[in-house]
C-alpha cells in the first residue's frame, strides 16, 4: 500500500512538473527575424539527444542544470535535449585536451572564451567536422554570413574550410583603450588641455605639485594610474606606434613591424621612464594587477588614465571628473590607436561523435539559436524581463542595466553571430556601447585609426599548427625579455647600453622570424 501511495504521488509529481514546464514555455511554432529570415519549429519530433561540452567563463555563475531557464527554453522550441558538461574557462584546456585524447568525443562543443586548435583536431585529425556543407540547412546564419563573406574569412582553415560555425557582437568600435583626464584639475590649474608629449608632462607636474584637487594638500594627487600592459600599449600612440600585446604593427605599406624594432619606440619608452623618475606615475603601475588599480580609480584622486571606458567598467565615479583626451602626437608623427577588425571567431564544432542522420538536426540548433529572439534571450534571459522589443523592433535593455542575466541565460558564453551591420539594426545601444562609438568617430574623424588595422594579424590570418607553435615559443621568449628589459629602464633611466641590449636580445630570441611568421601569413590573406 506504501508503495502505491509513493508511486501515485510520483506521477502526480511528474504530471504537474509536466504542466508547469508546458504553462511557462509553451513550444514556438515559428521564429521571424529582422531582415525576413524565418525557422519553423520544432527541429524534429522523434527523440534526438545531443552531448555538449560547454565552456563558462570563470566569473559567471551559472549551472546548466535541467532545470536552467535557458536549457529548458531551447528544448521546448526544438525538441532537441542536450546534455550538457559545464567547464570553466580556467580548466578548459585541460578537459579538452583529456576529451581528445580519450575518443569518447561531445557530439558538440561550445568554446566561448575558450580555444580549440581546429586546424590541430579538425583539418588534421578529422574530429571536428568541416560545417561547410551544413549550411544549407541554416537559412538564418547564411543570409547574415552572405551579406558580408569577409567578416567569417577569419575561420577559414589552410584547407579552404569552415569547422567552426561563427560567433559576433561586433558594435563596431574596433579600437584599444582610451585615454582620459582630468578636466576638473586642467580648470582648476587654469591650464589648457595638452595636444603634445611635453605638454602632456608640464599637466601631470602640475597635478602633482599644486594641489590640484583643492583640498588642501599638495602631495596626494595621483598623475598617471594604469597596469603596465595598458601604458606600455598606449604611450607609443603619440609617436604613431600603434603598439598592441603581441608587440606588432602593419605599416600603411602592409609591412609588419616588431613594435621595439619601431624608428620612435624608445622614446615612447623615455616618455615612461620620465613620469616614473619625477613621480608622474603610480610607481605600483609597473607590477599591480586590475583589480589594484580600480580600487585607485574609485577613489577618484587621478590625473590621467588609460581605460576601455569610463561607464559600467566598475569606476563610474571618474565620470565626474574625467574626459576624453584628444589625441597627442609627438613632433613630426602622428598619434595612431591599435584597432582590430570585424571579424567572426569560431565558437561551436560539432563532431565526428554525431551519427551521419542527425547532423541536419545539429545544423539546425545552431541556426535556431542564430535568430533574433533566440540570441538576445541567450544573452540576456526571457523577454520583457531584462530586454524587451521595443516600438522600432529593436532589442532594448531596460533601465536595470543587464545585471542578473546568470540567473537564466548564457550571456557572453553563448551563441549569436551579430556583425556590426546587424547588431545596430537589431540592438540599442546601451550609453557605455554609444561611449565606445564616440570615441571611435572621434578617432577616424582626425585619422588616428590604422590603415591596415593590427587586428587582422591575431584574428583574422590563419596559421598552420607548425607555424602556431613555432610562434607561439618565440612570442614566449620575446615577451619575458621585453617585459624585463623595458620595466627596469622605466624605473632606472634608458641608456645607449640598456636600449641596444634589449634589442640585441629580442633579435637573438627570434624577433625577425616572428615578424616573417606574420608577414607571409599577411600577405596569404591579402591574396585570397
Excluded at 509529481?13 to 515559428?30: D, G, H, K, N, Q
Excluded at 560545417?131 to 547564411?142: A, C, E, N, S
Amino acid at each position: 500500500m506504501k508503495k502505491s501511495l509513493v508511486a501515485l504521488l510520483l506521477a502526480l509529481a511528474m504530471i504537474l512538473s509536466c504542466c508547469a514546464y508546458a504553462e511557462e514555455f509553451t513550444p514556438r511554432t515559428v521564429l521571424t527575424n529582422s531582415d525576413g529570415t524565418s525557422m519553423d519549429l520544432p527541429i524534429t519530433t522523434e527523440p534526438v539527444t545531443f552531448t555538449v561540452m560547454q565552456c563558462i567563463r570563470d566569473t559567471d555563475a551559472t549551472t546548466l542544470s535541467p532545470d536552467f531557464w535557458y536549457v529548458k527554453k531551447c528544448e521546448a522550441d526544438t525538441g532537441v535535449h542536450m546534455e550538457y558538461t559545464q567547464v570553466n574557462t580556467s580548466d578548459w584546456s585541460t578537459q579538452t585536451n583529456l576529451m581528445f585524447a580519450s575518443g569518447d568525443y561531445a557530439d558538440i562543443i561550445i568554446r566561448s572564451n575558450g580555444t580549440i586548435d581546429t586546424e590541430m583536431y579538425g583539418v588534421d585529425q578529422g574530429i571536428i567536422i568541416p560545417v561547410d556543407d551544413l549550411l544549407q540547412y541554416m537559412p538564418v546564419l547564411k543570409a547574415r554570413m552572405d551579406v558580408d563573406p569577409a567578416y567569417y574569412s577569419s575561420i577559414i582553415r589552410s584547407d579552404g574550410h569552415m569547422y567552426g560555425f561563427p560567433k559576433a557582437a561586433d558594435d563596431g568600435t574596433r579600437l584599444g583603450n582610451g585615454w582620459f583626464i582630468n578636466k576638473t584639475w586642467l580648470d582648476n590649474l587654469g591650464l589648457e588641455m595638452p595636444d603634445t608629449p611635453e605638454k602632456l608632462l608640464d599637466a601631470l607636474r602640475a597635478f602633482i605639485k599644486e594641489d590640484a584637487n583643492g583640498n588642501g594638500d599638495a602631495t596626494d594627487e595621483i598623475g598617471y594610474e594604469a597596469v603596465f600592459d595598458e601604458m606600455q600599449n598606449n604611450i607609443p600612440s603619440m609617436w604613431g606606434i600603434g603598439e598592441r600585446n603581441e608587440h606588432f604593427m602593419i605599416d600603411d605599406d602592409g609591412k609588419v613591424i616588431f613594435t621595439p624594432f619601431h624608428e620612435h619606440y624608445r622614446e615612447a619608452v623615455e616618455f615612461m621612464a620620465t613620469m616614473y623618475a619625477e613621480g608622474l606615475m603610480d610607481p605600483a603601475t609597473i607590477t599591480q594587477d586590475s583589480n589594484t588599480k580600480i580600487a585607485v580609480y574609485n577613489q577618484n584622486n587621478i590625473g590621467m588614465a588609460t581605460c576601455h571606458r569610463l561607464r559600467s567598467m566598475g569606476w563610474d565615479v571618474l565620470l565626474e571628473d574625467m574626459v576624453w583626451l584628444p589625441p597627442i602626437s609627438a613632433e613630426g608623427c602622428q598619434f595612431q590607436c591599435s584597432t582590430s577588425i570585424g571579424a567572426a571567431s569560431e565558437d561551436c564544432y560539432l563532431t565526428v561523435a554525431i551519427p551521419e542522420d542527425k547532423l541536419e538536426i545539429a545544423a539546425k540548433w545552431v541556426d535556431y539559436l542564430m535568430c533574433d529572439q533566440s540570441m538576445y534571450e541567450t544573452f540576456y534571459g526571457p523577454e520583457d524581463n531584462i530586454w524587451s522589443w521595443n516600438a522600432d523592433g529593436k532589442c532594448e535593455i531596460g533601465p536595470a542595466g543587464d545585471q542578473g542575466v546568470m540567473e537564466y541565460s548564457m550571456g557572453v558564453n553563448g551563441i549569436y553571430y551579430l556583425p556590426s551591420f546587424y547588431y545596430n539594426e537589431t540592438f540599442v545601444q546601451p550609453d557605455y556601447r554609444v561611449e565606445r562609438i564616440e570615441y571611435m568617430a572621434y578617432y577616424k574623424e582626425n585619422g588616428c585609426l590604422q590603415k591596415n588595422p593590427s587586428g587582422i594579424l591575431s584574428n583574422a590570418v590563419s596559421l598552420t599548427p607548425d607555424l602556431a607553435a613555432e610562434k607561439t615559443q618565440i612570442f614566449a621568449n620575446l615577451e619575458t625579455i621585453y617585459d624585463q628589459a623595458v620595466a627596469d629602464m622605466i624605473m632606472h633611466g634608458v641608456t645607449d647600453a640598456a636600449w641596444d641590449s634589449m634589442i640585441s636580445s629580442l633579435k637573438a630570441a627570434g624577433a625577425d622570424r616572428y615578424v616573417e611568421i606574420y608577414q607571409n601569413a599577411y600577405d596569404e590573406y591579402l591574396a585570397k
